[in-house]
Each structure stands twice: as structure tokens, then as C-alpha cells.
């Protein structure tokens, strides 16, 4: 079965400092999509970025980026220039290649200081 | 475009008894999630259906939760009778149903079920 591991509850960082939030999975699969979600307080999901695994360039979309290892299987997602806004719970999620189901970590925690 | 619906937002029940939630995807998603998020845990699936058949059902507790998915569009999850363990944000998601790496889940606001 696959598990997604987020082995940060909570985390925290200064108003455009950068953040890193980790991520690792465990799959027997070669090809899958890895994602992170965005849950803000009114609980609303929203993706924030996704990954092939084929692909070795790592994902980027403006401030977030992800650090891709698929031998160590890790998966880590870094947030430049932090702001206010980014404050929420960050969940890491994993898809097979085939299907839809996604499984999720426990998420993280973020807190954004002024 | 608008997103998914679900209704309603907030509900509070006694043990043992009976509650529905209701969830309207986004026009033209073929796929719906219905999954539970327990205080401090990431979303857990319960049910999947493309269009109006069931396809992934295996952690959903059978004795006491049902759902269906009507004519392959709205869909409501249902838990008769309701124990104190099930307190949770209901979250239901839909997407195109291609599969396909750019087939994104989009997720409804949820339900905050808590059961006294």
C-alpha cells in the first residue's frame, strides 16, 4: 500500500524568508504523480503544485518549487519569498499513474510571522 | 466556473442518529470523491464514482455509510446510525476523469460533522 509520510506537524517562518516542507512516500510503482495541496483556514483544497515522477526536472510554479529525489523517495516543497497569504496546511499526496485515488500525508502546518 | 458545492456546512448530530450530505461537482467532471478529514489527519478516501458506477469503495464502512451518485452528477453520502468516532469534515472532490497527470482534483468547502 502506499503511505505518504509528513514528518513536520508544524512549521514556521518570517514574512519572505523561504520555508521548506518535507515530504517522503512509499511506492513499489515507477511512474505516479506527486502533488501538494493547500488547505487554508476555510478548508478549501487547492493544489499548489504537481510532479511527474518520469520527469527529473523539478516542478516549479512562481514562488513554489519542489525538490524531487525519486531514488530516496522525497519530495519536498519549497516557498520562496513567504507571505502572509501561504498560511495553511499543506498536505503532500500521492497518485498512481493509472486511476484517480490519491493518498494523503498528515499534513503540515504553516505559519507565516509578520 | 463555478466549483463544488457541498451542503451543508456545518452539522451536529446525537450518536445513533441518522445524517446526509450532498455534493454537486463541477459541471462535466465525470469523477466524484467523497473522502473524511479527522482533526489533524490528511483526507481519507471513502468512495469514488466515474459518472454513476462505483469504483473504489474499499475503505468505506459499509454498515453504516452508503452514498450514490444520481444520473452521474450530484451525490450524497449518507451515515445511519452515526457514531462519536465519525466527527469529521466530510470533503467531496470531482475531476474530469481522464486520469491523466493534468486531471486535477478541485475540492468542495466540506462538511464539519461533529457527533455528540
Known amino acids: 500500500a502506499q503511505t505518504v509520510t509528513q514528518s513536520q506537524p508544524e512549521m514556521s517562518v518570517q514574512e519572505a524568508e523561504t520555508v521548506t516542507l518535507s515530504c517522503t512516500y512509499d511506492?513499489?510503482?515507477?511512474?505516479?504523480?506527486l502533488f501538494w495541496y493547500k488547505q487554508p483556514p476555510s478548508r478549501q483544497m487547492i493544489l499548489v503544485i504537481r510532479?511527474?515522477?518520469?520527469?527529473?526536472q523539478n516542478a516549479t510554479e512562481n514562488r513554489f518549487s519542489v525538490n524531487f529525489q525519486k531514488a530516496a523517495k522525497s519530495f519536498s516543497l519549497k516557498i520562496s519569498d513567504s507571505q502572509l497569504g501561504d498560511a495553511a496546511m499543506y498536505f503532500c499526496?500521492?497518485?498512481?499513474?493509472?486511476?484517480?485515488?490519491?493518498?494523503f500525508g498528515t499534513g503540515t502546518s504553516l505559519t507565516v510571522i509578520p | 466556473e463555478a466549483g463544488v458545492a457541498q451542503s451543508p456546512r456545518y452539522k451536529i448530530i446525537e450518536k445513533r442518529q441518522s445524517v446526509a450530505f450532498w455534493c454537486n461537482p463541477i459541471?462535466?467532471?465525470?469523477?466524484l470523491y467523497w473522502y473524511q478529514q479527522i482533526l489533524g489527519q490528511g483526507p481519507k478516501l471513502l468512495i469514488q464514482?466515474?459518472?454513476?458506477?462505483?469504483?473504489?469503495d474499499s475503505q468505506l464502512p459499509k454498515d453504516r455509510f452508503s452514498a450514490e451518485r444520481l444520473k452521474g452528477v450530484d451525490s450524497t453520502l449518507k451515515i445511519q446510525p452515526a457514531k462519536l468516532e465519525d466527527s469529521a469534515v466530510y470533503l467531496c472532490?470531482?475531476?474530469?476523469?481522464?486520469?491523466?497527470?493534468?486531471?486535477?482534483?478541485?475540492f468542495g468547502p466540506g462538511t464539519r460533522l461533529t457527533v455528540l
Open positions: 472532490a470531482s475531476s474530469i476523469g481522464q486520469g491523466t497527470f493534468t486531471d486535477t482534483q478541485y
Open positions: 511506492t513499489s510503482e515507477s511512474d505516479y504523480y
Open positions: 510532479q511527474e515522477a518520469y520527469k527529473q
Open positions: 499526496a500521492y497518485r498512481k499513474n493509472t486511476g484517480n485515488q490519491f493518498y
Open positions: 464514482f466515474q459518472n454513476n458506477g462505483v469504483v473504489d
Open positions: 459541471s462535466g467532471h465525470a469523477t
